[in-house]
């Protein structure tokens, strides 16, 4: 950088040294993001030769229906078959990413409830000791756009089928005991219910959990809302999904990197 004391001429030729490092340097960065992703395009198609072709047409058929435009947030939920059969509903219906808060109960699985459906998916968990981790889940949610619903049975809400869904939608639902916790309740955008018609107050977190997706799934689906991944979002799933259902992906990758280095 020049000097104060430097003359006008000295002072514009820096000014140029600096716009040309800093331009070199941008550049390096980005051909360096070229080659890593180049190289994920090519293991990739290394990948696919060891998938059979109705295989990976459902796979693009999945990656074609999976969405980030509505997510969901479990707080505290203690009981393993819940947890599972929320997952896999979450799982089929094409959801990519759920977050998990644990500050009282430990997140566990149903290995036979949930048949592997945590395999595909984004599991976000928030469980610092010392901190209001769902005020942490609810910060990263909003500077990535979504509006937050609770689940609430209370009458100043609204019912789930008057949810608009052309912005980004997440879903929060409490513990099988106690509901959704008090922070959620005082900072969500909306409360949300299902319509009841018989004498019990609500159903089971799974049940609820179904209903409440299936409802703004179908919304969203019938909607002009754009609501599909990025093709970047794709590639990514795309080789993470290639991993798991190539037999020895591991090794047949590192032999692949070898053999081109």
């Given at each position: 950088?020049?000097?104060?004391?430097?003359?006008?001429?000295?002072?514009?030729?820096?000014?140029?040294?600096?716009?040309?490092?800093?331009?070199?340097?941008?550049?390096?960065?980005?051909?360096?993001?070229?080659?890593?992703?180049?190289?994920?395009?090519?293991?990739?198609?290394?990948?696919?030769?060891?998938?059979?072709d109705?295989?990976?047409?459902?796979?693009?058929?999945?990656?074609?229906?999976?969405?980030?435009?509505?997510t969901?947030?479990?707080?505290?939920i203690?009981?393993s078959?819940?947890?599972?059969?929320?997952?896999?509903?979450?799982?089929?219906?094409?959801?990519?990413d759920?977050?998990?808060?644990?500050?009282?109960?430990?997140?566990?699985?149903?290995?036979?409830?949930?048949?592997?459906?945590?395999?595909?998916?984004?599991?976000?968990?928030?469980?610092?000791?010392?901190?209001?981790?769902?005020?942490?889940?609810?910060?990263k949610?909003?500077?990535?756009?979504?509006?937050?619903?609770?689940?609430?049975?209370?009458?100043?809400?609204?019912?789930i089928?008057?949810?608009?869904?052309?912005?980004?939608?997440?879903?929060?639902?409490?513990?099988?005991?106690?509901?959704t916790?008090?922070?959620?309740?005082?900072?969500?955008?909306?409360?949300i219910?299902?319509?009841?018609?018989?004498?019990?107050?609500?159903?089971?977190?799974?049940?609820?959990?179904?209903?409440?997706?299936?409802?703004?799934?179908?919304?969203?689906?019938?909607?002009?809302?754009?609501?599909q991944?990025?093709?970047?979002?794709?590639?990514?799933?795309?080789?993470?999904?290639f991993?798991k259902?190539?037999?020895?992906?591991?090794?047949?990758?590192?032999?692949?990197?070898?053999?081109?280095?």
């Amino acid at each position: 950088m020049a000097s104060l004391s430097s003359s006008p001429k000295e002072r514009k030729r820096s000014s140029i040294r600096d716009y040309l490092y800093g331009l070199n340097h941008s550049l390096k960065i980005l051909n360096a993001k070229k080659i890593a992703v180049s190289k994920e395009k090519m293991i990739t198609d290394h990948f696919s030769q060891y998938i059979t072709d109705h295989k990976k047409q459902f796979i693009e058929r999945v990656l074609g229906e999976r969405t980030r435009h509505i997510t969901l947030v479990l707080e505290d939920i203690y009981q393993s078959q819940n947890a599972s059969a929320v997952v896999r509903t979450c799982e089929c219906l094409g959801m990519q990413d759920i977050h998990i808060i644990e500050e009282e109960s430990k997140y566990s699985v149903n290995k036979r409830v949930l048949k592997g459906a945590n395999k595909w998916i984004d599991l976000y968990r928030y469980k610092m000791k010392g901190f209001n981790n769902s005020e942490i889940c609810f910060r990263k949610l909003r500077a990535e756009g979504y509006q937050i619903l609770v689940t609430d049975p209370s009458p100043d809400g609204i019912s789930i089928n008057e949810v608009p869904i052309d912005k980004k939608v997440a879903l929060v639902m409490g513990n099988e005991l106690k509901g959704t916790s008090s922070y959620a309740l005082a900072h969500a955008d909306q409360k949300i219910f299902i319509p009841m018609h018989g004498f019990t107050e609500s159903f089971n977190i799974s049940v609820s959990a179904a209903i409440c997706l299936n409802t703004l799934f179908t919304k969203l689906r019938a909607s002009t809302t754009s609501w599909q991944l990025s093709e970047e979002e794709k590639e990514i799933l795309r080789l993470r999904w290639f991993r798991k259902v190539v037999r020895r992906s591991d090794l047949i990758e590192q032999e692949f990197l070898r053999s081109i280095e």
